[in-house]
């Protein structure tokens, strides 16, 4: 199994980045797609969620509105796109994936696979 995060890197606020998430070595279009991230110092926090056949998206209030999950089961890829970002969006981006229902979707624990983090910096 294997998640490659990529796309992420230094942009000024405002900006945006489109993240990928690119999967195998699993049934991709079975399993809900999570992205999280992890700031220095802070835990690792949820911030968007796809379920397996894309009919349903989940956003922490923080990002709502400005961050769109996405995927495509064909490519075994999820994407984040992420606008109008700000300073505290600044962390490193991990995908995930796992059998995670509504009541876990949102939560580490729905998650079983984990990808190796791509770092976000956004400038003031």
């Known amino acids: 199994v294997q998640l490659q995060a990529s796309g992420g890197g230094l942009v000024q606020a405002g900006g945006s980045l489109r993240l990928s998430c690119a999967a195998s070595?699993?049934?991709?279009?079975?399993?809900?797609m999570g992205w999280f991230r992890q700031a220095p110092g802070k835990e690792r926090e949820f911030v968007a969620a796809?379920?397996?056949?894309?009919?349903?998206?989940y956003y922490a209030d923080s990002v709502k509105g400005r961050f769109a999950v996405s995927r495509v089961n064909a490519k075994n890829t999820a994407y984040l796109q992420m606008n109008s970002l700000k300073p505290e969006d600044t962390a490193v981006y991990y995908c995930a994936a796992g059998r995670a229902i509504t009541s876990t979707i949102a939560s580490l624990r729905g998650y079983t696979y984990w990808g190796q983090g791509t770092q976000v910096t956004v400038s003031s």
């Open positions: 796809i379920k397996p056949n894309g009919g349903s998206t």
């Open positions: 070595g699993f049934t991709f279009s079975g399993y809900s």
